[in-house]
């Protein structure tokens, strides 16, 4: 008797003990946020961190009768660490959304868990074209090396750029900004004389620039990930190739503007495309550039924390849409099509392919107030990932 009653206190006890925690994880909507915080590509996990908090200081965390929860992991941008991580939020946490991937290799790595547990990727940085071919689960906030890429091809020739060697970081988002960039230059007449591809970690830039002086062509296209743009430009000036007659000119992820401003004076006129500027006159982005400097020590946000932002967006929105009540499936569902203003401009996630469409603006480094910003000088508007047509 005695005993009996023990063991049914002892179980009513365990039982009070377990019951909020069971009812706190339903009412809880967890966001597990992949990023590199440590490491070669520190600065876009720090940028994405930090748009990511600053949508949800400005939106709030109770959406749908949810509790938004942020589940920041730092995975150094090593993809096998990407997966584990993933794996680990996926059964342990019970995420409702998976985010965030730094580096392609990251979401590549992480494609198949989001498929086989139909959990919402959202992409946030990574931008080789594959990706969102890679699960059916993957909806992209960012961008595609494709779509910066075609935009200057069309740009250069018109411009007196006819011969072009192009000098790309040897991974797949590189290969894709080589690949279309030659494709569309060679189009409209001009000719690409030589690839070059540097390694993606630790790459020295100096042997290869010099092989560019060398071969004299009117420009150099750039490809380097975020962070990596100011090594670049720095050799460049330091082997006096502007002043042997060869424009420099890339997507914008060489003239980021999380270092742009620290580049100095060698970096003004080089001419990039890109979907975001902190220069894009918008009144939103004006509103979105202010408050993220003030929220993080004046740092300047760059167009990974745009994607972390409008990736926020997107989540925010399937909640409020599946009204706290969906699962993968119908997160997934209310994120595609979603068409919405981005302090970068219109962009719309295509429902078909689940990757963004958005304007490409042509943007040349001036100084601005005193400082250095990728001024927007033209746009081509709505453009959809080119390697998506193939
Ligand atoms: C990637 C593409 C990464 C563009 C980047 O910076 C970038 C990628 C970290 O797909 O790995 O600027």
Redesign the pocket.
């Known amino acids: 008797m005695q005993k009996r009653i023990f063991l049914t206190g002892t179980a009513l006890a365990a039982l009070s003990l377990v019951a909020p925690a069971v009812m706190a994880q339903a009412d809880v909507f967890k966001i597990g946020l992949i990023l590199p915080m440590t490491g070669q590509?520190a600065t876009?996990g720090r940028q994405i961190e930090a748009a990511a908090k600053l949508y949800m200081a400005q939106n709030g965390d109770m959406i749908a009768g949810k509790k938004v929860q942020l589940i920041v992991k730092d995975d150094t941008s090593i993809p096998d660490v990407t997966k584990r991580m993933a794996q680990e939020l996926v059964v342990n946490e019970k995420v409702n959304v998976l985010a965030g991937m730094?580096?392609?290799?990251s979401?590549l790595a992480t494609a198949a868990i989001a498929t086989q547990s139909k959990t919402p990727l959202v992409v946030m940085?990574?931008?080789?074209s594959s990706i969102t071919q890679a699960s059916p689960y993957v909806v992209r906030t960012s961008f595609t090396?494709p779509q910066a890429s075609v935009s200057l091809a069309d740009w250069a020739p018109k411009n007196g750029i006819k011969k072009v060697v192009t000098l790309v970081s040897d991974?797949?988002?590189g290969i894709d900004a080589e690949k279309y960039f030659k494709e569309r230059l060679t189009f409209n007449g001009g000719q690409v004389t030589e690839s070059l591809r540097v390694p993606l970690r630790n790459p020295d830039f100096a042997p290869f620039l010099q092989k560019v002086r060398d071969l004299k062509p009117d420009a150099l296209f750039v490809f380097v990930?975020?962070?990596a743009g100011t090594a670049v430009m720095k050799q460049f000036l330091e082997r006096g190739m502007d002043k042997a007659g060869i424009k420099l000119i890339g997507t914008g992820?060489v003239t980021?503007d999380d270092l742009l401003n620290d580049m100095g004076d060698g970096a003004l006129g080089v001419v990039t495309s890109h979907h975001y500027s902190a220069a894009h006159p918008s009144a939103m982005n004006k509103k979105f550039v202010e408050a993220f400097k003030k929220a993080n020590n004046n740092l300047r946000p760059n167009f990974?924390a745009v994607g972390g932002y409008d990736g926020m967006r997107v989540i925010y929105e399937a909640l409020k849409a599946t009204k706290g009540q969906g699962g993968g499936d119908a997160l997934l569902a209310a994120m595609k099509g979603q068409i919405f203003e981005s302090p970068r401009g219109p962009m719309f996630i295509d429902a078909q392919t689940r990757d963004v469409v958005q304007n490409i603006y042509l943007r040349k480094v001036e100084r601005k107030d005193g400082q250095l910003y990728n001024v927007e000088f033209d746009v081509i508007k709505d453009v959809k990932d080119p390697g998506k047509a193939k």
């Open positions: 590509q876009t730094g580096i392609t290799p979401a940085a990574a931008a080789t090396l991974y797949g988002p990930p975020s962070g992820d980021d990974m």
